[in-house]
């Protein structure tokens, strides 16, 4: 059996980073993407969203991709949001996302800063944050 341990800080946004995750949707999503997680063996160490974005700490498993759990996870939800017309129109998540590393190091700092998205975005927008990752992680064509 294979013994795993790498974490992944993913995010990624509504569709033109629409503000459509309202207080009402956002636990339904959260408690359902968990759920659906659950069901397909991704992990979730945490997840937590704003308007129009979302944030998760996951681990991927031995024959998991970031690639794949990634779009099971936005195609799910999205299909979901959708069937129950949980919002007016269609919902939909950008096609882009952005996935980085963890070091066991930080780990505890990037939870809480998961933990704490309504708190940040109070200061700093989406985009603003976007940027900042761009910059630090080298990411050129992001925006």
């Known amino acids: ?5 790498i974490y ?8 033109n980073r629409s503000k459509i995750i309202t207080r009402e949707l956002k636990p339904l999503l959260i ?24 944030h998760l700490i996951i681990s991927l498993g031995s024959d998991q991709t970031i690639g794949k759990v990634v779009q099971l996870l936005k195609g799910e939800s999205s299909f979901w949001i959708n069937k129950n017309k949980l919002v007016k129109g ?3 998540w950008q096609d882009d996302y952005i996935a980085v590393s ?17 708190e940040h975005h ?11 990752f761009r910059k630090k992680y080298g990411f050129e064509d992001l925006l």
Not at 102 to 118: F, G, P, T
Not at 122 to 127: E, F, N, T
């Open 8 to 15: 992944l800080h993913v995010i990624w946004s509504t569709k």
């Open 122 to 132: 109070r200061i700093k927008s989406y985009i603003e944050e976007v940027e900042e």
């Open 31 to 54: 408690e359902h993407i968990k759920s659906n997680a659950f069901l397909k063996g991704i992990f979730i160490d945490r997840i937590n969203c704003v308007m129009d974005h979302i």
């Open 90 to 92: 269609k919902f939909e």
């Open 1 to 5: 059996m294979p013994f795993i341990n």
């Open 102 to 118: 963890i070091s066991k190091s930080i780990l505890d700092k990037v939870r809480k800063y998961v933990d704490n998205q309504e």
